[in-house]
């Protein structure tokens, strides 16, 4: 059992005499350190610590560590420093899905089979829970994001690729919610494979980002909308350039250089504490515009970006992507309409759906459902897709797939652009 006071103790100690040198490298006019330089030079000044520790258990006649006591001691320092601490092994659990943590005693892991169960505590102290997270909130993303009574909600991707949700001072407990990125490199043959989607789905989809559809990915939280997203992302040719915009990096796109060497990540930033340096969703969707982009991807659509990245898709930047939150195909056109209201634009609801129309070809609705308490599974799947046909006074689609009889899509309406889709190699089983 690893000593995590021991571990809280050699952190600060390490981390002191790293940022120490930092200082004398600035000092003597040296380059900063590279991160894996400094992580090279911070596994030195760990085993150093150790070290010193071992002589001064034996020293007082105590017997030192172990070898193997050393070895989780500096893997639980480097963990700390550059890590998530005491989180790190969940992280490192294949089979974990999601981590809840209500204050740091109270946490709740979700497994990939639909079991929840009650996990050790990640920290000592709530205090402690919370300077983990401003750690981690300092090192992750492309700019330092604060976390403290002044900024108490937090949003970043963690170096694994999980997105982190934490708030403070508006609950009783500091509360953290980790989404785990357990499918990071993902293709459609894997959301074949895993029951997320059949065959016929994963032919009209692939025809549809070969098309250039645009295509608008809904569906609650946690349903795998920004799996399919990097499922449909890499169905795009290596030979365009993508911009993908999000307020906190996620989809990461840009990790996989042999998939698409060309991609620029957008990330929102916020105000500094002073109220400046703000850029915003909508911001950052109008400079893409201006990036020549074959193809802009908005990670996750949450308020009056909406109209920026509608305007965007109806002016040539074909083959566009997104996510939004909604409990159905058709609720996506109001949801849309209630974020276009909250725009500066202030668009009025016809205005809205006229530009819905002109700029979203197919809606894909996947949903979650946890049968693990009838001795089922948690299942992902899309149950619908429906095809925008136009407008006359409100949005006109047509849902060409609906839920069958284990509720994952069939077919079930003609597709109005079937031709352009066959040309890309779709051909449906029923029409």
């Not at 690893?2 to 809280?8: A, E, G, N, P, R």
């Not at 409990?327 to 009025?348: C, D, G, H, K, W």
Request: proline share 5%; aromatic share 4%; charged share 25%.
């Amino acid at each position: 059992m690893i000593d995590h006071s021991l571990v809280k103790r050699f952190r600060q100690e390490v981390g002191d005499r790293l940022a120490h040198q930092r200082r004398l490298d600035q000092a003597n006019g040296l380059p900063p350190m590279t991160g894996e330089d400094e992580r090279q030079f911070a596994r030195a000044l760990i085993s150093q610590v150790l070290e010193e520790h071992a002589r001064g258990e034996i020293g007082l006649g105590r017997t030192p560590p172990t070898v193997e006591e050393e070895e989780a001691l500096a893997a639980g320092i480097h963990a700390a420093l550059f890590g998530v601490g005491r989180l790190q092994p969940l992280l490192d659990d294949a089979e974990v899905e999601n981590i809840d943590i209500n204050g740091c005693d109270r946490v709740f892991v979700s497994y990939a089979d639909g079991q929840e169960l009650m996990h050790d505590p990640v920290a000592e102290s709530d205090d402690e829970l919370i300077e983990l997270i401003q750690i981690l909130a300092a090192y992750s993303g492309l700019s330092s994001r604060p976390f403290d009574t002044a900024n108490p909600q937090l949003d970043l991707r963690l170096p694994d690729g999980s997105r982190l949700s934490a708030v403070m001072d508006v609950t009783v407990r500091p509360a953290v919610s980790i989404r785990r990125a357990r499918l990071g490199k993902v293709f459609m043959s894997d959301l074949v494979g895993n029951g997320t989607i059949s065959q016929d789905i994963g032919r009209f989809l692939r025809a549809a980002v070969a098309a250039r559809k645009n295509i608008m990915i809904a569906g609650s939280t946690n349903a795998g909308k920004t799996t399919l997203l990097r499922a449909l992302a890499n169905e795009i040719p290596p030979t365009e350039r993508l911009i993908t915009v999000e307020r906190a990096l996620e989809l990461g796109l840009d990790q996989f250089p042999e998939l698409h060497p060309n991609v620029v990540a957008f990330e929102q930033r916020l105000p500094n504490s002073e109220g400046q340096g703000e850029i915003t969703m909508a911001e950052l969707v109008r400079r893409s515009l201006r990036m020549n982009p074959s193809r802009v991807i908005v990670g996750e659509v949450l308020g009056d970006e909406i109209v920026t990245m509608l305007n965007a898709m109806t002016q040539g930047n074909d083959g566009s992507l997104s996510t939004i939150h909604a409990n159905s195909s058709m609720e996506v056109f109001n949801r849309i309409s209630t974020y276009a209201l909250q725009a500066s634009e202030r668009l009025p609801i016809d205005a809205t759906h006229m530009l819905i129309a002109g700029a979203i070809d197919f809606v894909v609705f996947i949903e979650k459902r946890n049968d693990y308490h009838v001795g089922g599974r948690l299942r992902r799947y899309v149950s619908s897709i429906r095809e925008v046909n136009g407008c006359d006074g409100r949005v006109l689609s047509s849902e060409v797939f609906v839920p069958g009889p284990d509720g994952g899509a069939v077919p079930h309406a003609p597709i109005s652009c079937l031709e352009e889709l066959a040309a890309h190699g779709y051909s449906p089983g029923g029409w």
